[in-house]
């Protein structure tokens, strides 16, 4: 504030004059002191660009500094951030650029911008670092040389929240034992609702299949796909009745990278990521569908190799990490 009182307080009461609600306006006054300490710091350093990640308190922090140093600076916006709507008009209008992780979220932030500023706004997905799945030679191993575990590992790599569907999952494993099929379903993630979700499976009779990992050090995760001891990762998202939803899950990148084939549901930005058969998507909220898809992937062989195919080479194609990183140096330089 000593170091530049008129940039300081001009930036703060820009932020605040922005902000619509009680909530976000009490968000934005805590990450104020942030802001400024930011501002001290990039003035120490002189950084050519701040990129802040997450579109809510992150980038209000960073288009404070930004402000009062004069430095460039962009940030990301994935899903929940776009739909709290923090002051997102005047942080694109400051923004050099504005990166959206899917084409949904590209469209929402457009929705928001003003005309002239809508084409700061550039879609550069999620990035994965498929060689640390691949093998030291960068080649990914051949399922022949390391056969599908039997009986079938299904695997949901998700925190357990509501926004990721567990309940409809677990209605699919009722419906899967009573066709008679031999899986076991892994549960690999923790968060509020594991006695919720634990008392539903026992209700249900699922308890002999699904099992509660926890959450698991994610090298370990990678060696499970690497290893392939995996059948398929399934992700049942849902929209929340307060309208959460998906952007593109890396979990499904990840696995993806790997060959395992994935199942999911046509909600936030996951079929942009599944389109042409690169995985199985299913309508929200239906476990019969799920069940099916579940079914159908592992008693066929041939699709199974399809959809293993399809989407190793969608995430090798679009979302290895190279390419991403290559995307947005490109955008920095071009600011």
């Known amino acids: 504030l000593a ?5 300081s307080f001009r930036a703060i009461a820009r932020l605040l004059h922005g902000t619509t609600g009680l909530k976000k306006v009490m968000k934005n006054l805590s990450v ?4 400024l300490a930011m501002a001290w710091v990039i003035r120490q350093l002189k950084p050519d ?3 802040a990640h997450w579109a809510s308190t992150p980038a209000s922090a960073a288009l404070i500094a930004a402000s009062i140093t004069g430095t460039p600076w962009s940030f990301t916006a994935h899903r929940w951030d776009i739909k709290e709507g923090n002051c997102l008009p005047l942080k694109i209008e400051s923004a050099s650029f504005v990166r959206a992780i899917s084409t949904k979220g590209t469209c929402q932030l457009q929705n928001v911008a003003k005309p002239e500023h809508r084409n700061k706004i550039r879609c550069i997905h999620m990035g994965c670092c498929v060689d640390i799945i691949n093998t030291g030679t960068g080649q990914t191993r051949c399922k022949d040389q390391n056969p599908r575990p039997l009986p079938a590992v299904i695997a949901c790599p998700a925190n357990l929240i509501s ?3 567990h309940s409809v999952l677990i209605d699919a494993c009722r419906i899967l034992i009573s ?5 076991r379903c892994i549960m690999l993630g923790q968060g509020p609702l594991r006695d919720e979700l634990g008392r539903m499976s026992r209700e249900l009779g699922t308890d002999g ?3 509660w990992w926890g959450q698991i050090p994610h090298n ?3 060696e499970l796909y690497h290893d392939q001891d995996v059948s398929i990762v399934v992700l049942p998202s849902i929209v929340t009745p307060d309208g959460d939803e998906e952007g593109i899950p890396v979990s499904l990148i990840e696995a993806m990278s790997a060959g395992i084939p994935v199942v999911s549901t046509m909600t936030g930005g996951i079929s942009e990521l599944l389109r042409g058969n690169a995985g199985v998507l299913v309508p929200e909220k239906d476990s019969e569908a799920l069940a099916n898809a ?3 992937l592992l008693s066929n062989s041939e699709l199974y190799d399809e959809i293993s195919r399809m989407g190793q080479s969608r995430v090798q194609d679009e979302y290895a990490i190279r390419k991403v990183v290559a995307d947005i140096s490109g955008a920095f330089g071009s600011r």
């Open 3 to 7: 170091w530049r009182p008129r940039a």
């Open 32 to 35: 104020i002191p942030k802001g």
């Open 49 to 51: 660009h701040v990129h």
């Open 163 to 165: 926004v990721k569907g």
């Open 179 to 183: 066709r008679g099929l031999s899986f």
């Open 209 to 211: 299949v699904v099992e």
């Open 220 to 222: 370990a995760l990678l």
């Open 294 to 296: 579940i079914f159908l």
